[in-house]
């Protein structure tokens, strides 16, 4: 079974911290992908990576940035968190050509910004 | 610009009775069409999916959806529901050309016993 690991189940943060929300896959899927997850909106795409050191802005990539060092991590960083970041934050791998390929998810973050 | 619409951001139900959760896109190009479920404080999982060739799906759990290209909907129906169907839905899209899906945004069902 694939298996998406992130790091942190919740986290509470003060306005203007630097905050990682670090994401582990363990199946060698070259994409990866981090969503925001707000009630009513569904999930919104922030970034995603097709390969190590490859980055892709989503639709909301505002006060986020990411970081792919090696294929297996993906992570998001907020540079300094606001309260209108607070979310639950989910990642998700999958296989190039990925139609045929289910995204894999995370049991999420929840993000509390104070 | 593609979209996925959830008509419906809740849907409650009573146990044993039939279900139906709408979806319907926006796409100018060909789109493969997918539905997934997230259970309480897990992420999501994949409960079926379109890609081409019959236009009823069945997926997981018992449930199917069935595609209409000319009303551009992907509704997900169960005829008979559990309580362990209690969850969020979700909808979505992915372009042909791209590998970025794009969601809806969910449809709750309750569950009634």
């Known amino acids: 079974d694939v298996k998406v690991t992130q790091s942190s189940r919740y986290l509470v943060k003060r306005t203007g911290e630097k905050v990682f929300l670090e994401c582990v896959q363990d199946?060698?899927?070259?994409?990866m992908f981090w969503y925001r997850q707000d009630p009513g909106l569904g999930l919104r795409l922030i970034y995603f990576?097709?390969?190590?050191?490859?980055?892709e802005k989503g639709d909301i990539p505002e006060g986020y940035s990411v970081s792919r060092e090696k294929k297996e991590r993906f992570s998001l960083i907020l540079e300094s968190a606001s309260t209108n970041q607070t979310s639950m934050y989910l990642c998700?791998?999958?296989?190039?050509?990925?139609?045929?390929?289910?995204?894999?998810f995370g049991n999420g973050t929840r993000l509390t910004v104070t | 610009a593609q979209s996925v619409t959830q008509l419906d951001s809740q849907v409650p139900v009573f146990e044993e009775a039939p279900v139906e959760l709408r979806c319907n896109y926006s796409s100018s190009v060909s789109v493969y069409l997918f539905w997934y479920v997230q259970y309480p404080n897990q992420g999501l999982q994949l409960l079926l999916k379109?890609?081409?060739?019959?236009?009823l799906v069945k997926g997981i759990n018992g449930f199917e959806a069935e595609f209409n290209k000319s009303q551009t909907s992907f509704h997900l129906r169960k005829p008979s529901v559990h309580i362990s169907d209690t969850a969020e839905y979700f909808c979505a899209v992915l372009k042909t050309s791209y590998d970025k899906v794009i969601f809806g945004p969910g449809t709750s069902l309750s569950v009634i016993p």
């Open positions: 199946m060698d899927h070259e994409n």
């Open positions: 998700a791998s999958g296989l190039t050509g990925g139609a045929r390929s289910p995204l894999h």
């Open positions: 379109y890609l081409s060739g019959s236009t």
């Open positions: 990576s097709y390969d190590v050191k490859m980055k």
